[in-house]
């Protein structure tokens, strides 16, 4: 049995007696469990120890020091897989592509452009594979931030691993926000809880090419007019398990109530800086809280941002809240930051404002939710309005 396998669970991963989380929601746990295995053990474009190298860089960069020792061990099974560990890019046109536009995806997400796109197939690299590099991105980031929230409620201190000695991904590129995207759609130039389009970067597949496993991938999800659904369905194998546990995270019934669970995805994508998500799940914290003017008080607050984007001061998005919304704000905030800071001073804050074990498991799942949900938005396409 492949060592992915046998870890696919948070449980034998963290090597932790009882995973508190999948206690709570099995069924979530069984479907990040299956995008695990779909992943790495399943036959990929890109072989396995090479995915593993990418992953390993991710938990690198996002301090994760379980998921960095697990996804090292795998890839230095590989002579090729092994010198992407390190400080060091590769010399390889192909490899040097992956690792760098995996690199800027961990890191900045909302760096990622157009041009990032157009560049790639230069190098080799196809658009399955795109999806592909930002799935191995985007679940690893997931699977971070659910370890560190296990770790917390099972009462251990997630262990950090040192970052890369390089010292920007983002390669001081500016940020901005055009007021059109690339294909001259008008875009929005700031949060907000209006509908808002998506359009991709990388060719979707065509509705009448899908094939039936792609079909069935995101059937629970969206129809097949959906263009991102389509394109994620470059990798259904994944995207079936993400489909599956979007739905397990945001519609189990019990535990943290679900507009609270919206809430905590809003405030993933103000720390991601990816106003898509923002727009749909503050809009859904509204449908299911009636709390409009605390939704939009937190949409309103900017966050200070390094050359890489990377955002700071997390914790002033609590700002404004009551004592209950400023709790859950606040954790979802930390444990969104690119090294997870939520700690058991956060934990404690919860507890004290009544949320119990269940509870804080479904927030630590919502929020981890969008740390893929974000990455693969950010890094595959951009936002636009409703065209009449």
């Keep these: 049995m492949p060592t992915s396998e046998r870890t696919s669970s948070l449980a034998a991963l963290l090597d932790l007696p009882r995973d508190p989380i999948a206690e709570h929601r099995p069924d979530a746990a069984a479907e990040a469990d299956a995008g695990i295995r779909a992943l790495f053990d399943e036959p990929q474009r ?48 192909r490899l040097r592509a992956l690792v760098e536009h995996v690199d800027l995806i961990t890191v900045s997400p909302a760096l990622v452009d157009r041009d990032d796109q157009l560049v790639l197939p230069h190098a080799g690299v196809t658009a399955d594979d795109v999806v592909l590099i930002s799935q191995v991105v985007a679940l690893t980031s997931y699977r971070i931030r659910a370890a560190h929230g296990a770790q917390l409620l099972a009462g251990v201190v997630p262990e950090r691993a040192d970052g890369f000695e ?11 926000r055009p007021d059109r995207t690339t294909s001259g759609t008008p875009a929005p130039t700031a949060f907000t809880r209006e509908v808002l389009q998506w359009e991709p970067w990388v060719p979707s597949i065509p509705e009448a090419e ?15 007019n959906s263009v991102y659904f389509r394109l994620l369905a470059r990798v259904p194998s994944v995207l079936r398990a993400r489909s599956a546990l979007d739905n ?6 019990g535990g943290l109530s679900k507009g609270e669970r919206e809430l905590a995805a809003a405030v993933a994508s103000k720390v991601n800086d990816c106003i898509y998500c923002a727009s749909v799940h503050a809009r859904r914290a509204v449908h299911h809280t009636e709390r409009a003017a605390d939704v939009d008080r937190l949409l309103a607050i900017e966050l200070p941002r390094d050359a890489d984007w990377v955002a700071s001061g997390v914790e002033a998005l609590a700002e404004g809240q009551d004592e209950r919304w400023a709790a859950i704000v606040r954790f979802a905030a930390r444990l969104s930051a690119r090294v997870p800071v939520a700690d058991a001073a956060d934990l404690e804050a919860l507890r004290a404002v009544g949320l119990d074990d269940a509870e804080v498991a479904d927030l ?21 309005l409703p065209q009449a």
Aim: net charge neutral.
């Design 46 to 93: 890109i072989p396995a120890p090479v995915l593993h190298a990418l992953a390993a860089r991710v938990a690198r960069h996002q301090g994760s020091r379980a998921l960095l020792d697990h996804h090292a061990a795998e890839a230095l099974a590989d002579p090729v897989a092994a010198t992407l560990l390190g400080d060091a890019l590769p010399t390889n046109d």
């Design 210 to 224: 899908l094939t039936e496993a792609q079909a069935a991938s995101f059937a629970a999800k969206a129809t097949r």
């Design 166 to 176: 390089r010292p920007t991904v983002g390669r001081g590129r500016a940020h901005a």
């Design 364 to 384: 630590v799942q919502a929020t981890a939710f969008f740390a893929w949900a974000n990455r693969l938005m950010l890094s595959l396409g951009e936002p636009a």
């Design 248 to 253: 397990a995270v945001f519609q189990g019934e």
